[in-house]
């Protein structure tokens, strides 16, 4: 741990200094004042849409974190070649590469934490201003709701991070990571419409069945994170739920960051 710290420090500390990141959180704030807005604007769902609006804009400028800043964090010590100064140390390209995950945790924690209490505060006025749309409100499904979006997006990074060790681009891994977002969100809903096509009257093969199986099983199930609804209508999850969110985004990220560093190893540097 002592020679994973100073990356994980020197990482967080590049990507606060990232400039992506100030316009990131602009468009996150400028989205929030949209809430007042947009809430003010329905008769008798103030509640379900200044909290829909609310975590979609963290859920979305998280994920453009990952995308703009996570990413280009790995590729920049690729760029600059600065990985030579670092690979010349003792310490090992796993312990490198954790290092740099570690540090990305850390500056999503961070970022994610500022960017809810913004979202905190809009819902809070938004809640003063419209007090009876707010009776099944909960603050702490939100609450959940914010912790299960840093929670998505640590596994989203961890994906990045296995896409870097093996592709030349950081363009390439932006891709891939935005393909596996979208794959992980629409999961159920696919798989769901492939296994009983008859429902809405459409006939699927045998072999895309399979293909949808598969993938239900290799990528990760992003739309288990996904609690809008519970926390719009302040209804409750159950303690076991976030039990298995959580150990299930430690195993998997395990699983993607173990094969990251296997590949990594042996990964030829320009």
């Known amino acids: ?29 400028l989205m929030l004042l949209a809430n007042f807005v947009i809430s003010g604007m329905v008769a008798q769902e103030v509640s379900k849409v200044a909290v829909d609006i609310a975590l979609s804009a963290i859920s979305f400028s998280g994920l453009l974190l990952v995308l703009f800043v996570g990413i280009n964090l790995m590729a920049k010590d ?3 070649k600065t990985i030579y100064m670092v690979m010349a140390k003792p310490i090992s390209r796993s312990q490198y590469l954790i290092g740099k995950y570690i540090g990305v945790i850390l500056l999503i924690t961070v970022c994610m934490s ?53 592709t030349s681009t950081s363009f390439l891994t932006f891709i891939l990571t935005i393909i ?14 492939v296994e009983a096509p008859q429902s809405v009257g459409i006939t699927v093969s045998p072999v895309t069945v399979k293909i949808v199986q598969a993938a239900y099983y290799v990528f ?26 959580v150990a299930y985004t430690m195993v998997y990220s395990v699983i993607v960051m173990t094969m990251a560093c296997l590949i990594f190893r042996k990964k030829e540097f320009p």
């Open 1 to 29: 741990m002592q020679l994973l710290w100073p990356i994980a420090i020197i990482t967080f500390k590049e990507g606060i200094r990232n400039r992506s990141i100030y316009g990131i959180s602009l468009l996150a704030l």
């Open 180 to 193: 596996s977002y979208i794959i992980g969100m629409s999961l159920n809903d696919v798989k769901a419409l």
């Open 220 to 245: 990760p199930n992003l739309s288990l994170f996904d609690i809008k609804l519970q926390a719009a209508h302040g209804l409750p999850v159950p303690v076991t739920y976030v039990i298995g969110i």
């Open 114 to 166: 500022l960017l809810s209490f913004f979202a905190a505060v809009s819902l809070l006025l938004i809640k003063f201003g419209h007090p009876t749309f707010f009776q099944r409100f909960s603050w702490l499904m939100v609450g959940l709701s914010f912790f299960f979006t840093t929670l998505m997006l640590i596994l989203v990074a961890a994906l990045s991070f296995l896409f870097s060790s093996f």
């Open 78 to 80: 690729l760029d600059r």
